[in-house]
């Protein structure tokens, strides 16, 4: 494990954390530097920057170094693609769409920018990247045969595959901006079966939903769109809640 991983992995052991995403496609640097900060003081502990159709790597080198500049936590790339790989960042998410039907998504965009990670000396966190539900722009563009919400078991599934591949992380994603977030329910089952850091998101609009997943074991929930719309005072709550929960 890298630095960073290694620093969210014991701080998830005390208590569940809150991440904010950033959606680096054409945001000014400005706009960049002032949601970096802001989310900062909101209380997030990291900023993942990702966006599904990142095309100017130019300009992803310049949000990522204007987060950077902004705040101190640490900014984590949640790419989707390779032109989401910025050497400005502190660690990725180096993920596999293990329920994509296309292997490109599975390891072949990973191969793709394997070489750039190692060039870069950029810290790679393995992740299994799960699709759950229907109709979202991942679920789309990731040829995702989604999870159905209510078949935990089958998360289950993926999830012990994800841990004996050796995946030290998980995220149970629903896709953003949609109506439904993933069900607790779903989160406990996949959280007796996965020790490792268990993310969720998508969806989640309020700080009840945000605190049953993180009580049913997520160790961090992921906010994007409420934070990109400036919903800053229901984020704020959702950070305080998540964080004010302990674990054993
Ligand atoms: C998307 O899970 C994240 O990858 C965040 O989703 O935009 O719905 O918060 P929202």
């Known amino acids: 494990m890298g630095p960073v991983e290694s620093r969210l992995f014991e701080l998830s052991k005390k208590r569940p954390l809150c991440f904010i995403l950033i959606d680096s496609e054409s945001l000014e640097y400005d706009s960049a530097s002032n949601m970096a900060k802001k989310a900062e003081e909101l209380g997030a502990d990291a900023i993942l920057v990702g966006g599904s159709s990142v ?7 310049g949000v990522v170094a204007s987060i950077k500049a902004s705040a101190k936590i640490p900014v984590i790339l949640f790419p989707g693609n390779i032109t989401g790989i910025s050497a400005k960042a502190d660690a990725i998410l180096f993920s596999s769409l293990l329920n994509s039907e296309n292997p490109y998504f599975i390891t072949q965009a990973q191969a793709l920018g394997a070489l750039y990670v190692k060039k870069h000396g950029l810290e790679a966190i393995p992740m299994g990247y799960l699709v759950i539900g229907e109709g979202s722009s ?11 919400m209510d078949k935990p078991k089958l998360a289950v599934m993926h999830a ?28 406990t089952a996949v959280r007796k079966n996965f020790d490792g850091l268990l993310l969720v998101g998508g969806g989640i609009k309020d700080e009840h939903t945000a605190v049953s997943l993180a009580k049913a074991g997520a160790d961090v929930i992921v906010i994007g769109t409420l934070f990109e719309e400036g919903m800053y005072d229901t984020v704020g709550r959702i950070i305080n809640g998540v964080r004010s929960l302990t674990r054993n």
Request: aromatic share 8%; net charge neutral; no cysteine.
């Open 160 to 187: 012990l595959a994800a841990k004996y591949m050796g995946m030290r992380a998980l995220y149970l994603e629903a896709g953003s901006g949609v109506h439904s977030s993933v069900r607790p329910e779903m989160v």
């Open 55 to 61: 095309i100017d790597q130019i300009e992803l080198d």
């Open 138 to 148: 991942v679920w789309f563009i990731g040829r995702a045969r989604g999870v159905p």
